[in-house]
Nanobody, 121 residues
Framework: QVQLVESGGGLVQAGGSLRLSCAAS????????MGWFRQAPGKEREFVAA????????VYADSVKGRFTISRDGTKNTVHLQMNELKPEDTGVYYC??????????????WGLGTQVTVSS
């Protein structure tokens, strides 16, 4: 089992930036993929970004490409999400996830408790 703890959420004006972090502990060797999902009120949880530890390749949702950057700190088993040019529609609870592959993150991954991001217009 992998334990995930998110940090860095908050309130920001449109056009601003926030940086989220997710620290992993436990059986991290079983998870080659880590990433972020978000859930707005009344909506389903949606994919935001992910990376693979083994190859370093990254994947982004179309809605955040060019604005968000996911990165890793291998020495600390930590993943960051730098969010720039934030929009009100980016508002939601952001969850960190870890799984064996990027494709299985949503269905069978480990999840953090989430951190709130609110973007005011």
């Amino acid at each position: 089992q992998v334990q995930l703890v998110e940090s860095g959420g908050g309130l920001v004006q449109a056009g601003g930036s926030l940086r989220l972090s997710c620290a992993a502990s436990g059986r991290t060797s079983s998870s080659d993929a880590m990433g972020w999902f978000r859930q707005a009120p009344g909506k389903e949880r949606e994919f935001v970004a992910a990376l693979r530890w083994s190859g370093g390749d990254t994947v982004y949702a179309d809605s955040v490409k060019g604005r968000f950057t996911i990165s890793r700190d291998g020495t600390k088993n930590t993943v960051h999400l730098q969010m720039n040019e934030l929009k009100p529609e980016d508002t939601g609870v952001y969850y960190c996830a870890a799984a064996r592959t990027i494709g299985t993150m949503k269905s069978s991954g480990s999840w953090g408790l989430g951190t709130q991001v609110t973007v005011s217009s």
